[in-house]
């Protein structure tokens, strides 16, 4: 240990070179599973430099990891890249550089800020999902995926993002906008492969009721992402044709309440059933709603609009001949593309039939209400049914049973269960991505690729212009074998000239099983089925929860069809799931013609209120003022982020860790305060310079004795606060990672140190426990301090408490009269209220403050105060 003042980075350096060179992290895969511990964070996409997203992201996974180390796990903790994806083609376009030298350079960049950081990771373990290997062994699964029959491709509508020119899943679309650019998205027709992740709809939801060490959100959100829905489907026949509507309901109890039919204005019935004279009407609508979002149909604010179709539908029920109008609302691939519509129980439809002037029929009576009077609005809730035939009088809950068994013994309408969740659209028209292993024939369409042939490379010598796939425009990659052949495909009389399919994969396809290819990262085949079930499921996997309907959702689909696969018996691929919550700052800007200009906390100066909340803040370059904003999440768009490299160079990585630990518990917002993260630094320093200055302290052997065997009664406190120190610490680590909790508790013990004045012994046990509940969080200072006291630094473990250490054998009350203290007592711990009280008034001093005299009254709480009311 040095002598000289601290020096984050020296000492930083130094811990990271020795890790290193000790391959310190690297684990076996042959201890026995209950002796191991896996976790993992969500790996980035290699964007250029981490953000205080991905700091906080990071400490927290790697706080949790060598927490479990000291606890004697053998803890698997790997790293590695998201790295294809459309910003590295932006990239091309905008700094006229290749996506792959874009990347990878990204990569070597970032890897340097995790290990500057001090991270634990298995760096033999590390792959970029855009390496050959790994995008090879991707085609291999997604070829065992299509002789599963989990691969099809069909012509359907798409959201097609206008700013990435790709496809989008539904899952990426948000409020009618791309996710990613946040640009708007709109309905095209193409031809795409998909997944059939809807084949396991019903596994994924039951076994969300398992998934027990998974936050509440997002179980919640997953369940209604799946949204299973029991209802029935009923036939309607058209009048004058003979074709049927099928449409699918929830509330078959309303089944007397039609008044009017929704088809999708794209169904196919309606070229079929429109009028002569309403088939221009038709076509304009369909021209207006070319282009439109599934969001902007469909989304609450959205108009709902329709045309008569001038075909009618016949009730089953009750021979009711109603209009069919195509509708905004209905989309194609959605149910079946068709809904039966009450305006009298149906919010959206009774402001339909209002607008189109359409019946609205009340079947459902509202309890205490007149069946007679006028609906103002559509009455959704459960109520007797009326104007309902045999069904009268009945509950509208007890009547849809009813009513469906009616209609199976019909021949109308059966009970049926349908799903939100649709099947994964995976295709997408872009470079950077990884091949789809398909070839088309003019005679045999789309084939596979032989598993041999692969793997299916991307041409390196392509032209980023920002127009269509830069893979459709190669002059020869689509039409050329490995070999440099001409690429064919057999066919039943001999071959065939064949195209390479040009869409690569969306890029949630590589990170559905990343987590798997960890365990086996040198593996020829996709997966070694004997270590990905030695180490799966993740014990603890940690990510945002924006994640909850997207990757998690992938990942859980995609370990159970491995398992179906026989890559695995394990078929949940997450155990326990931790969602930190985001990093945020406040914002600063200015309104110009009519958009706010977002500036950066250096380009403004702020004043602060006593209690650190900026009041004012003005631009540097003019004076002038700006609107503080609201704390919103650190982004490049808000311009309210923090360079860690920035807070790295200044203070250190283990005050950047200890900051992102302490500010906030790990599932909450982490809001950015200078002031904290100073307030860490100078604790960091206050540790070492006590350290440093008492070095003869440290001399001694560690005090193993009891507290009542203590050498002094202020040596046997501090070793009880010691010990209520490690409780408290290990209990918010092993209950739910608060680590801001255990991080207080080094602080508690700080304060408490006092060398000279304690025994050295004691201090020194109390200085080991203090830095061994530190070096999760701050591991760097603490090796360096526990070595400088002449401890194994690789060899600490966490800290034990002994439970018979936590209380005193004796009690300090303080007397007190009026809410000042006159004296201290010492009296026996664990005395109840009447035998404290007893002990107080046969105590010397109680009878000195008072004068012999009865107070008024004595209040006493016990391992508390003693209040005297004169």
Same mark, same amino acid.
Not at 59 to 71: L, P, Q, V
Not at 171 to 179: F, I, L, M, S, T
Not at 238 to 248: E, L, M, P, S
Not at 511 to 516: E, K, N, Q
């Given at each position: 240990?040095?002598?000289?003042?601290?020096?984050?980075?020296a000492v930083?350096?130094?811990?990271q070179?020795h890790w290193?060179?000790e391959?310190?992290?690297?684990?076996r895969?042959?201890?026995?599973r209950?002796?191991?511990?896996?976790?993992?964070?969500?790996?980035?996409?290699?964007?250029?430099?981490?953000?205080?997203?991905?700091?906080?992201?990071y400490?927290?996974?790697?706080?949790?990891?060598?927490?479990?180390?000291?606890?004697g796990?053998h803890?698997?903790?790997?790293?590695?890249?998201?790295s294809?994806?459309?910003?590295?083609?932006?990239?091309?376009i905008?700094?006229?550089?290749?996506?792959?030298?874009?990347?990878?350079?990204?990569?070597?960049?970032?890897?340097?800020?995790?290990?500057?950081?001090?991270?634990?990771?298995?760096w033999?373990?590390e792959?970029?999902?855009?390496?050959?290997?790994?995008?090879?062994?991707e085609?291999?699964?997604?070829?065992?995926?299509?002789?599963?029959?989990?691969v099809?491709r069909k012509?359907?509508?798409?959201?097609?993002?206008?700013?990435?020119n790709?496809?989008?899943?539904n899952?990426?679309?948000?409020?009618?906008?791309?996710?990613r650019?946040?640009?708007?998205?709109?309905?095209?027709?193409?031809?795409?492969?998909?997944?059939?992740?809807?084949?396991?709809s019903?596994?994924?939801l039951?076994?969300i009721?398992?998934?027990n060490d998974w936050?509440?959100?997002v179980?919640?959100?997953?369940?209604?992402?799946?949204?299973?829905?029991?209802?029935a489907?009923?036939?309607?026949k058209?009048?004058?044709?003979?074709?049927?509507?099928?449409?699918?309901t929830?509330?078959?109890d309303?089944i007397?309440g039609?008044?009017?039919?929704?088809?999708?204005p794209?169904?196919?019935?309606?070229?079929?059933?429109?009028?002569?004279?309403?088939?221009?009407?038709?076509?304009?609508?369909?021209?207006e709603?070319?282009?439109q979002?599934?969001?902007?149909?469909?989304?609450?604010?959205?108009?709902?609009?329709?045309v008569?179709?001038?075909?009618?539908?016949?009730n089953?029920?009750?021979?009711?001949?109603?209009?069919?109008?195509?509708a905004?609302?209905?989309?194609?691939?959605?149910?079946?593309?068709a809904v039966?519509?009450?305006?009298?129980?149906?919010?959206?439809?009774?402001?339909?039939?209002?607008?189109y002037?359409?019946?609205?029929k009340?079947?459902?009576?509202?309890?205490g209400?007149?069946?007679?009077?006028?609906l103002?609005?559509?009455?959704?809730?459960?109520?007797?049914?009326?104007n309902?035939?045999?069904?009268?009088?009945?509950?509208?809950?007890?009547?849809?049973?009813?009513?469906?068994?009616?209609?199976?013994?019909g021949g109308?309408?059966r009970?049926q269960?349908?799903?939100?969740?649709?099947?994964?659209g995976? /295709?997408?028209?872009?470079?950077?991505g990884?091949p789809?292993?398909?070839?088309?024939?003019?005679?045999?369409?789309a084939?596979?690729?032989?598993k041999?042939?692969?793997?299916?490379?991307?041409?390196?010598d392509?032209?980023?212009?920002g127009?269509?796939?830069?893979?459709?425009?190669h002059?020869?990659?689509?039409?050329?074998?490995?070999?440099? /052949?001409?690429?064919?495909?057999?066919?039943? /009389?001999g071959?065939?000239?064949?195209?390479?399919e040009?869409?690569?994969?969306?890029?949630?396809?590589e990170?559905?099983?990343?987590?798997?290819r960890?365990?086996?990262?040198d593996e020829?085949?996709?997966l070694?089925?004997?270590?990905?079930?030695?180490?799966?499921?993740?014990d603890?996997?940690?990510?945002?929860?924006?994640?909850a309907?997207?990757?998690?959702l992938?990942?859980?689909?995609?370990?159970?069809a491995l398992?179906?696969?026989?890559?695995?018996?394990?078929?949940?691929?997450?155990k326990?799931?931790?969602?930190?919550?985001?990093?945020?700052?406040?914002?600063?800007?200015?309104e110009?013609?009519?958009?706010k200009v977002?500036?950066?906390?250096?380009?403004?100066?702020?004043?602060?209120?006593?209690?650190g909340?900026?009041?004012?803040?003005?631009?540097?370059?003019?004076?002038?003022?700006?609107?503080?904003?609201?704390?919103?999440?650190?982004?490049?768009?808000?311009?309210?982020?923090?360079?860690?490299?920035?807070?790295?160079?200044q203070y250190?990585a283990?005050?950047?860790?200890?900051?992102?630990?302490?500010?906030a518990?790990?599932?909450?917002?982490?809001?950015?305060n200078?002031?904290g993260?100073?307030?860490c630094?100078?604790?960091?320093?206050r540790?070492?310079?006590?350290?440093?200055?008492?070095?003869?302290?440290w001399?001694?052997?560690?005090?193993?004795?009891?507290?009542?065997?203590?050498?002094?009664k202020?040596?046997?406190?501090?070793?009880?606060?010691?010990?209520?120190?490690?409780?408290?610490?290990?209990?918010?680590?092993?209950k739910d990672? /608060?680590?801001?909790?255990?991080?207080?508790?080094?602080?508690?013990?700080?304060n408490?140190?006092?060398?000279?004045?304690?025994?050295?012994?004691?201090?020194?046990?109390?200085?080991n426990?203090?830095?061994?509940?530190?070096k999760p969080?701050?591991?760097?200072?603490?090796?360096?301090?526990?070595?400088?006291?002449g401890l194994?630094?690789?060899?600490?473990?966490?800290?034990s408490?002994?439970?018979s250490?936590?209380?005193?054998d004796?009690?300090?009350?303080?007397?007190?009269?009026?809410?000042?203290?006159?004296?201290?007592?010492?009296?026996?711990?664990g005395?109840?209220?009447?035998?404290?009280?007893?002990a107080?008034?046969?105590?010397?001093e109680y009878?000195a403050?008072?004068?012999?005299?009865?107070?008024?009254?004595?209040?006493?709480?016990?391992?508390?105060?003693?209040?005297i009311v004169p």
């Open positions: 240990m040095s002598d000289n003042a601290y020096d984050a980075s930083e350096t130094k811990w070179q290193e060179a391959d310190a992290f690297e684990v895969d042959d201890v026995p209950e002796q191991c511990y896996y976790v993992l964070e969500m790996f980035p996409y290699p964007s250029g430099k981490l953000h205080m997203g991905h700091v906080r992201n400490s927290i996974g790697d706080a949790i990891a060598r927490y479990k180390r000291m606890n796990f803890v698997l903790h790997p790293m590695g890249w998201d294809f994806g459309l910003p590295a083609e932006q990239a091309a905008d700094r006229d550089q290749h996506p792959k030298k874009w990347t990878y350079e990204n990569i070597d960049h970032m890897r340097g800020q995790l290990k500057r950081m001090g991270f634990s990771y298995a033999s373990r792959f970029a999902t855009s390496d050959p290997d790994y995008a090879h062994r085609q291999q699964l997604f070829l065992d995926l299509v002789e599963k029959g989990l099809y012509s359907s509508m798409v959201n097609w993002s206008t700013g990435l790709t496809v989008l899943a899952e990426q679309v948000v409020d009618g906008k791309c996710w650019t946040d640009t708007p998205v709109i309905q095209k027709e193409l031809p795409q492969w998909f997944i059939r992740t809807t084949a396991y019903e596994e994924l039951n076994e009721d398992n998934l936050p509440d959100a179980r919640i959100m997953q369940r209604n992402w799946l949204g299973r829905s029991v209802g489907e009923i036939d309607f058209i009048d004058a044709h003979d074709d049927t509507i099928t449409v699918f929830t509330r078959p309303t007397f039609v008044t009017f039919m929704s088809l999708a794209e169904h196919a019935l309606v070229d079929k059933i429109v009028s002569d004279e309403q088939r221009a009407a038709i076509e304009a609508f369909r021209e709603l070319q282009g979002s599934e969001e902007d149909r469909t989304g609450e604010k959205s108009e709902k609009k329709g008569f179709t001038g075909a009618y539908a016949i089953p029920v009750n021979g009711d001949k109603v209009p069919i109008f195509a905004n609302f209905v989309l194609a691939d959605y149910g079946t593309g039966m519509a009450v305006p009298g129980h149906d919010t959206r439809d009774f402001a339909f039939a209002k607008t002037d359409l019946p609205i009340k079947v459902i009576l509202e309890d209400t007149d069946a007679d009077a006028e103002s609005d559509a009455f959704t809730e459960v109520g007797s049914l009326i309902s035939s045999q069904f009268d009088g009945q509950r509208s809950d007890v009547a849809k049973v009813n009513i469906i068994k009616w209609f199976e013994e109308f309408g009970e269960v349908t799903w939100r969740y649709r099947d994964w995976i /295709s997408r028209q872009r470079y950077w990884n789809l292993p398909f070839v088309f024939g003019e005679e045999m369409g084939v596979p690729i032989r041999q042939d692969l793997p299916v490379c991307l041409p390196d392509v032209v980023f212009d127009i269509g796939n830069p893979l459709e425009k002059p020869t990659w689509a039409t050329t074998a490995n070999d440099g /052949s001409e690429l064919k495909v057999q066919t039943q /009389s071959y065939e000239p064949a195209r390479r040009t869409d690569t994969a969306d890029t949630f396809l990170s559905s099983w990343y987590f798997a960890y365990t086996c990262p020829e085949g996709p070694d089925k004997t270590r990905v079930d030695h180490w799966l499921p993740v603890l996997y940690v990510g945002g929860i924006e994640h309907c997207m990757h998690l992938y990942a859980r689909f995609f370990q159970k398992a179906d696969m026989g890559y695995s018996d394990v078929r949940e691929p997450f326990r799931l931790l969602c930190q919550g985001m990093v945020v700052k406040e914002t600063y800007f200015r110009e013609n009519g958009a977002y500036f950066s906390p250096n380009d403004v100066t702020v004043e602060k209120d006593e209690k909340k900026v009041v004012k803040a003005t631009l540097n370059d003019d004076g002038q003022p700006v609107t503080v904003g609201r704390i919103e999440k650190m982004s490049k768009s808000k311009n309210n982020g923090v360079d860690p490299q920035e807070l790295i160079d250190g283990d005050t950047a860790r200890l900051f992102s630990l302490f500010a518990p790990p599932e909450k917002d982490l809001e950015w200078e002031a993260v100073a307030g630094s100078r604790f960091l320093r540790l070492w310079d006590l350290v440093q200055k008492h070095s003869d302290v001399q001694a052997d560690a005090y193993t004795g009891t507290a009542k065997d203590a050498p002094s202020a040596d046997a406190a501090i070793i009880r606060t010691m010990h209520n120190s490690i409780k408290r610490a290990t209990q918010a680590m092993e990672f /608060s680590f801001n909790v255990a991080i207080a508790e080094c602080m508690t013990l700080f408490e140190l006092k060398p000279g004045e304690l025994d050295d012994g004691v201090c020194k046990a109390a200085l426990a203090l830095l061994c509940i530190l969080m701050a591991p760097h200072i603490a090796s360096e301090l526990l070595t400088g006291i194994d630094a690789g060899a600490a473990t966490w800290p408490f002994d439970e250490e936590l209380v005193a004796e009690i300090e009350y303080p007397l007190q009269v009026k809410g000042k203290i006159k004296a201290k007592i010492m009296l026996p711990s005395l109840d209220k009447n035998a404290l009280e007893e107080v008034k046969a105590h010397p009878q403050v008072t004068g012999g005299a009865e107070p008024r009254k004595l209040i006493v709480v016990p391992g508390k105060i003693v209040n």
